[in-house]
């Protein structure tokens, strides 16, 4: 009988572990999809990199301040907008309830290493502030879609 309700905790946690290893949740916002895209200008001196594009759905009342990501020992500046609007450095009001894409590029130009403050082998390492504490969120997945080719 112990043998049987030990086995039934192990597979009761296996099972939660596995469903919310993808995207971690909060009580302040859920990621509802993560992925990049390579891109390439249409001159030899305009560059290359990668776009990062991180939808999430707010789930708390509380000013949240999305600020820096990090991925693949690189930091960035977080841009946002609200669902199918342009993306702005301008502050953008948003609510619970509110969908709204974050958003960073990343140039292959004059990489600088930056040591993340958590560890994180893979994925993105996201900082936010609510009440002016400083919070971290690891994202495990990014999914990689078609690259983007400027002319």
């Known amino acids: ?10 597979t009761c946690f296996f ?5 919310t290893s993808l995207f971690c949740t909060n009580k302040h916002f859920k ?4 992925f990049s895209s390579n891109w390439s200008a249409g001159t030899l001196q305009g560059g290359s990199g990668t776009e990062f ?9 509380q000013k ?9 020992n690189r930091s960035s500046k977080i841009f946002i907008s609200k669902k199918q609007k ?14 709204i894409t974050l958003r960073t590029s990343m140039s292959n130009n004059n990489v600088k290493q930056v040591k993340s403050p958590k560890q994180i082998s ?16 690891k994202i495990n997945k990014i999914e990689s879609q078609k690259p983007i080719f400027y002319q």
């Not at 099972?15 to 469903?19: A, G, L, R, T, V």
């Open 1 to 10: 009988m112990k043998y049987r309700f030990y086995l039934l905790l192990f």
């Open 15 to 19: 099972i939660f572990s596995f469903k």
């Open 31 to 34: 990621v509802l999809n993560a």
């Open 53 to 61: 594009y991180f939808d999430i759905i707010i789930k708390s009342k």
């Open 64 to 72: 949240i301040i999305f600020d820096s990501i990090w991925i693949n």
């Open 86 to 99: 342009s993306i702005s450095s301008a502050p953008i009001e948003f609510k619970k309830g509110d969908t």
């Open 122 to 137: 893979y994925g993105a390492l996201l900082s936010y502030r609510i009440n002016d504490k400083l919070k971290y969120y």
